[in-house]
Every structure is written in C-alpha cells, then in structure tokens.
C-alpha cells in the first residue's frame, strides 16, 4: 500500500488567518435611540439627564460601538456626547455597530504587522473563521499582502481560490 503524502502540510504556502489577530474582549452595543423621545427625538435636556444616571463603570475595558437603531435624525454632537462619558472606561469607542467596531480594531491591528515574512512566498488568506472577522479585514489583509506575496489565495488548502499571482519576471 502506498504511503499518502500531505502535500499541504509539506508545502511551502503561508496561512494567513485572520482569526489569529481576533483582539480578546467583551464588545458592546449602545443604542442612544433608547433615551430619545418616543424613540425618535432628541430633547437635550432629558438626553443629557439620561446620560449622567447612566453607570457608564459597566463599559470598563470593553470596545464599545455607539449608533442609533431608529430613522431618528440626530445631531452629530449626541453620539459624541455619549462618546465622552465612556471614554473614561471603554478600550475603544466607534459610531456604528459592532461589525464596524470589529473592522476598526482590525484596521489598527493589519497596519502594525511586518508582512516583509510573506515576501515572494504563495499566501492563503485562510476563510471560514469561528470568529466574527468582518470582510473589510480580509479586504485590508489582501492589500496588505499584495506587495509581498509570490501569489495569494483565499479559502483553506484543499479548495482554495486564486485572487493575484505576480507577473514572471
């Protein structure tokens, strides 16, 4: 019987996983819709009252995205408002929701690698995280390493799709 060969495992294709850059920590959602008028409009006062009875201790060390969740239009100083009564206590603080608070953090973290490790080597951006990884995280990943790689893929091993090859010199 012949011996079966993982070719994979003996390649020399890179795995880039996003999810290995998942920063740890609880995420949290804040809709201000809930101290609006009727859900949909902002009266300063009782908006301001609302905010100062909030326990904004419970935020501490969270990533914190701020947004409102209704077709309310509010003016731009109320999120920043309620930006700075977490900012004493939140690790980070975006306006939008959770999805835009996780592409954020992953902005921050893409920037700081050293992609010089993936200089002319085949590259798979791996897929199919556990971990909520949004799509601007692999569109950044993907320009990130295009500088560098030999070629990059998406998906896992066994059924990968090309996505840039550079040009034989």
């Not at 959602?29 to 101290?35: A, L, M, N, P, V």
């Not at 973290?109 to 992609?115: G, K, P, Q, R």
Request: charged share 25%.
């Amino acid at each position: 019987m012949e011996e079966i060969i993982n070719k994979v495992a003996n390649s020399v294709l890179e795995v880039f996983d996003l999810e290995d850059y998942y920063p740890a920590g609880v995420r949290a959602q804040i809709d201000i819709s809930q101290w609006l008028y009727e859900g949909f409009l902002l009266k300063e006062k009782d908006f301001r009252e609302h905010l100062n009875n909030q326990d904004w201790s419970k935020y501490q060390d969270q990533y914190v995205a701020v947004t409102c969740g209704t077709d309310a239009i509010i003016p731009q100083w109320a999120i920043i408002l309620v930006t700075m009564h977490l900012a004493p206590f939140a690790k980070k603080i975006v306006n939008g929701y959770v999805e835009d608070l996780d592409a954020s953090l992953y902005e921050e973290l893409l920037s700081s690698i050293d992609y010089t490790v993936y200089q002319d080597k085949p590259v798979i951006i791996k897929g199919c995280s556990k971990k909520p990884v949004p799509m601007r995280a692999y569109v950044l990943a993907a320009q990130y390493l295009q500088p560098y790689a030999r070629s990059i893929m998406y998906g896992e091993a066994c059924s990968a799709v090309p996505l840039y090859k550079t040009a034989k010199k």
